[in-house]
């Protein structure tokens, strides 16, 4: 199953740890983020990464392009939005004649701590079109926006929060494609939009994670993980022993 990391926004938040590189390309000890996190997804399983590219695209390609000889890599194609930016969802449109008929969708600012594998089995046994990992929270780490009782997704939100939201999105979602065209007749939107038509509609399979997910999306974040690696002495296996 491939798997589209939507590595396309401007990192704003991140203008305080350099002004001019993409986010993907931000220093963290020997290596870029990028190089932790398509390593990091090559030990989750994932063989086949699609990159869903805007600001700074062509640079992170060509850095990315001296790495595919490595075998810790997984294999990376490219996708760029062209001369504006499309959103998340529109993004993922225009990357869908790269994918195969289920994929996986991710962001490029996380390191996600979750077993995959059985994530998929789990999409492929609900038989439903859209499974989304929630992780209980309770507002510990971000705020929670999922409503989730008795074993199915009630709401979901990036804006409108009640008491019941006890749980977070966790970054990584698995998508039928041919369900997603159904939805996706603008160019440019956000795929939290498709998130909750799936949700309203029924037709979404929760994956329950049990720990929190890394993520360097902004100053504080990137300066945790960058701690977290120096722990482990910038070795990915011995951080999966950590966090798996």
């Known amino acids: 199953m491939q798997c589209l990391v939507l590595a396309g926004g401007l990192g704003t938040r991140m203008r305080s740890i350099s002004s001019t590189l993409p986010k993907a390309l931000l220093p963290m000890g020997p290596q870029t983020f990028i ?3 398509l390593q990091w997804l090559k030990i989750l399983g994932i063989n086949h990464v699609v990159m869903a590219l805007g600001h700074g695209g062509e640079e992170i390609r060509d850095h990315l392009e001296t790495k595919q000889t490595s075998s810790t890599y997984p294999q990376v194609n490219y996708s760029f939005d062209g001369p504006s930016l499309l959103g998340t969802g529109g993004a993922i449109k225009n990357a869908l004649y790269l994918l195969s008929p289920d994929f996986v969708v991710t962001y490029g600012d996380t390191i996600l701590a979750l077993d995959f594998k059985k994530m998929t089995e789990s999409h492929l046994k609900s038989k439903k079109d859209f499974t989304l990992a929630i992780l209980r929270n309770r507002d510990h780490g971000d705020k929670s926006n999922v409503e989730f009782a008795d074993g199915k997704i009630i709401d979901y939100s990036k804006t409108k929060i ?4 006890e749980f977070i999105d966790y970054g990584i979602s698995i998508v039928n494609k041919s369900y997603f065209k159904k939805f996706a007749t603008n160019e440019k939107f956000d795929y939290a ?12 399979n929760p994956f329950v994670v049990e720990k929190m997910f890394q993520e360097i999306g902004s100053p504080e974040g990137y300066k945790t993980f960058e701690v977290e690696l120096k722990r482990v002495d910038y070795d990915l296996k011995r951080l999966a022993k950590n966090l798996l």
């Open 193 to 204: 939009d498709f998130m909750t038509e799936a949700i309203r509609t029924h037709n979404t």
């Open 162 to 165: 009640t008491p019941r939201m």
């Open 35 to 37: 190089d932790w996190q």
